[in-house]
């Protein structure tokens, strides 16, 4: 049902982090949430240790917002959920205070996909109630560097990717994503149940079969990632119990 995600990378300054916080989950997102067709929301505070192999060889010549302490994400059923308002109307549900503690991020990226593909985990059924996403994600987006890689992208989802962690331990789900609005074209949403499962399995996942592990290798360098990408992050809203 949830088939297209907003997704928001910024950064926010110290001094504005516990008031901006306590805006943001307990008056902004709920009020999102009252939006026709917005289904869910969730917040997570990014770890800053970038993987190695996502190295970012140019997309700073495009000038691409930098943001990565946090990543605010809703779910609906269609993109346009998320459509700006029509000439001439305004979006009622973000007030002028609202607008004054938004101003307050910085490098702020946004991207509106939909899903392309998707599979479960063998841990899916463990997901929390009330929460639509799990407490550990990793969220990759990407360009890929010429149309003619796009081919094979999508075969590397298809025969590899998506197969490997519907069975890896500790992977609730992952969504294969492409842009309707923003710089990366693609996106990748992994869910797992915590950061040990993901940091015990994920690997081990790649490098299960000589053959694929190939592949992915050879994959990553007609890919050009977004600043922090791909962002493994914790969830602060909801709460993780």
């Known amino acids: 049902m949830d088939r297209s995600l907003h997704i928001t990378w910024y950064d926010l300054p110290e001094q504005y982090g516990g008031a901006h916080l306590d805006w943001l989950h307990g ?57 700006p308002p029509a000439p001439g109307r305004s979006d009622s549900s973000v007030t002028d205070a609202d607008r004054a503690m938004l101003a307050q991020r910085r490098e702020t990226r946004i991207n509106i996909f939909t899903e392309e593909a998707c599979v479960d985990g063998p ?54 994503m492409v842009s309707v609005a923003g710089w990366a074209k693609h996106g990748v949403l992994y869910e797992f149940t915590s950061k040990a499962e993901r940091e015990k399995h994920f690997r081990a996942c790649e490098n299960a079969d000589p053959a694929m592990a190939a592949w992915t290798d050879s ?6 990632h977004a600043p922090g990408s791909a962002n493994v992050a914790y969830r602060i809203w909801p709460p993780v119990n």
């Open 27 to 83: 008056s902004f997102m709920p009020r999102q949430l009252q939006k026709p067709g917005v289904l869910w929301a969730a917040h997570y505070e990014c770890e800053h240790t970038p993987d190695p192999v996502h190295k970012i060889l140019s997309y700073a010549d495009e000038a691409v917002p930098t943001g990565n302490d946090y990543i605010l994400l809703f779910g609906a059923a269609t993109a346009h959920a998320f459509a």
């Open 123 to 176: 841990a899916a059924a463990q997901r929390q109630r009330g929460a639509e996403l799990g407490s550990c994600i990793q969220l990759g987006s990407f360009n890929t560097r010429s149309i003619a890689d796009e081919d094979g992208l999508m075969a590397w989802y298809a025969h590899n990717r998506l197969p490997g962690l519907a069975i890896t331990p500790g992977c609730v789900g992952v969504r294969k």
């Open 219 to 224: 994959l990553r360098r007609s890919l050009i």
